[in-house]
């Protein structure tokens, strides 16, 4: 069992910067591929980002690449969404995933791939 608990969310303008945080806790982190996902307001959740358990292979959704990047440190257990040039679109609770897979590069956009999930943090962008 991995319990994921994500931070870094709130209220920035168009064209600014967040960095969401997920701490993960209870089993070997690196064990686990990481996903960020997100939900906005009448819409199904989407794929945003996601990290290998090594860090070595990464995957964006097109509508967040050269503007989002994940990273993890898997000696303080924890992965981070460095989220730049932020758009109103970007709007959404944000999820931490982990993918407990043997595969060392999986970098899976599904998110039935996934799992254990955190509760989310809302991430609300202005214009």
């Known amino acids: 069992q991995v319990q994921l608990v994500e931070s870094g969310g709130g209220l920035v303008q168009a064209g600014g910067s967040l960095r969401l945080s997920c701490a993960a806790s209870?089993?070997?982190?690196?064990?686990?591929?990481m996903g960020w996902f997100r939900q906005a307001p009448g819409k199904e959740r989407e794929f945003v980002a996601a990290?290998?358990?090594?860090?070595?292979?990464?995957n964006y959704a097109d509508s967040v690449k050269g503007r989002f990047t994940i990273s993890r440190d898997n000696a303080k257990s924890t992965v981070s969404l460095q989220m730049n040039s932020l758009k109103p679109e970007d709007t959404a609770v944000y999820y931490c995933?982990?993918?407990?897979?043997?595969?060392?590069?999986?970098?899976?956009?599904?998110?039935?791939?996934?799992?254990?999930w955190g509760q989310g943090t809302q991430v609300t962008v202005s214009s």
């Open positions: 990290l290998s358990r090594s860090g070595g292979s990464t």
């Open positions: 995933a982990a993918d407990e897979t043997f595969a060392r590069f999986s970098v899976s956009v599904s998110a039935k791939t996934y799992d254990y």
């Open positions: 209870g089993r070997t982190f690196s064990n686990y591929a």
